[in-house]
């Protein structure tokens, strides 16, 4: 049988257990990766696990919420402990406000915002690069959004939370360069998952969806396969030339 695109790689998905990262760890593990599936849910973390075990996958769940050093620390100890080192981190968890304006946004929000979404890249980096500079090398995958590249009203906080992520990674990629440590990101568009009601407004119906639907060429929201699929692509050895790159999966939106 022809090995994995990712046999015997040990991964870290953030938000693991639903939307983007859900479907992130199920294509890892079909490509033969060893994964950590990082959620605050616990029981659709778990099962989620389960399910992937009953597969024959190498799959383990932890608790962990992302904008906790001690939690990102612990994440990091556990897939080493499982697996012997860990290859791929993947800062997938996220949250966002719901459409509206910008000033209706709580101090408390913003705050809880920029912690899941930025501060816990910052997390991530300060657990995760010295055991990738002993390993020889590693690869982060941030997820993004197209708010970043192309924001619009009612999501202001947000799409600078997500502008923080593309100055991020980019600023990454050329520090950790050196040390074989690659780092890359996704901008998805508006998805079908968990938050699309948030984006919608609060309200997932025909008539919300119809007026996102056109600003988006190809005709459809992303799907979390799609996202998965460019995180496959990136955390391939075979992309090992590819750091630095912000890539819209967005159907065209950001044209």
Request: net charge neutral.
């Amino acid at each position: 049988m022809k090995p994995g695109r990712l046999e015997n790689l040990v991964s870290i998905v953030t938000g693991g257990a639903s939307g983007f990262g859900e479907s992130i760890c199920r294509s890892f593990v079909q490509e033969g990766a060893r994964v950590i599936i990082a959620d605050l849910n616990e029981s659709a973390g778990q099962k989620l696990a389960e399910t992937l075990q009953g597969q024959g996958a190498k799959a383990e769940f932890i608790r962990t919420d992302v904008s906790q050093s001690a939690d990102m620390k612990a994440t990091v100890e556990a897939a080493v402990r499982a697996f012997g080192r860990l290859d791929i981190m993947v800062n997938n968890a996220g949250i966002s406000h719901p459409n509206q304006s910008m000033l209706d946004v709580s101090e408390e929000f913003f705050d809880r915002l920029f912690a899941v979404n930025v501060k816990s890249i910052y997390h991530s980096a300060i657990h995760c690069v010295p055991l990738f500079r002993s390993q020889g090398g590693g690869c982060f995958i941030n997820i993004g959004s197209t708010a970043a590249v192309r924001p619009r009203p009612g999501l202001c906080w947000y799409s600078g939370s997500k502008g923080s992520v593309t100055l991020l990674t980019k600023a990454m990629a050329v520090e950790l360069a050196p040390d074989k440590i690659r780092v890359n990101a996704l901008n998805p568009a508006l998805a079908e998952t968990p938050l699309l009601p948030t984006f919608l407004g609060g309200s997932d119906s025909a008539e919300t969806r119809s007026r996102f639907l056109p600003s988006i060429p190809l005709g459809r929201f992303c799907q979390p396969t799609d996202v998965a699929h460019a995180a496959l692509f990136l955390a391939d050895p075979l992309s090992g030339f590819v750091t630095g790159v912000c890539m819209e999966v967005d159907g065209g939106r950001c044209i």
